[in-house]
């Protein structure tokens, strides 16, 4: 079975950090090693769309942000052990979200086929 799992979420004021961390395995990533993936995290708040956030290509050698965190949150990824991060820093009160993470592959193809459960972020002013 598929498992993506985030950790990491919590409640930080504003103008703080915090580190995401996703685990991939069972299923496909049991067939496939994790460095066949592109890897993304998104997050989502109540009411509104699924927000892209970051990516990360299979090697690490290519990341994509989304305006709102750029120069604040850095993704990364440890291929030897199936887990990729998001570091989020100067956090705003408008980062709080639920963030998740995904999995583009094996043979990445510009779509998320697998999604994790989410980790709640919460910033207060």
């Known amino acids: 079975q598929v498992q993506l799992v985030e950790s990491g979420g919590g409640l930080v004021q504003a103008g703080g950090s915090l580190r995401l961390s996703c685990a991939a395995s069972?299923?496909?990533?049991?067939?496939?090693?994790?460095?066949?993936?592109?890897m993304g995290w998104f997050r989502q708040v109540p009411g509104k769309e699924r927000e892209f956030v970051a990516a990360?290509?299979?090697?690490?050698?290519?990341?994509n942000y989304a305006d709102s965190v750029k120069g604040r949150f850095t993704i990364s990824r440890d291929n030897a052990k199936n887990t990729m991060y998001l570091q989020m820093n100067s956090l705003k009160p408008e980062d709080t979200a639920v963030y998740v993470c995904?999995?583009?592959?094996?043979?990445?193809?510009?779509?998320?086929?697998?999604w994790g459960q989410g980790t709640q972020v919460t910033v207060s002013a």
């Open positions: 995904a999995a583009d592959g094996p043979q990445p193809a510009g779509t998320y086929d697998y």
């Open positions: 069972g299923g496909t990533f049991s067939m496939y090693p994790f460095s066949m993936y592109a």
């Open positions: 990360i290509s299979w090697s690490g050698g290519s990341t």
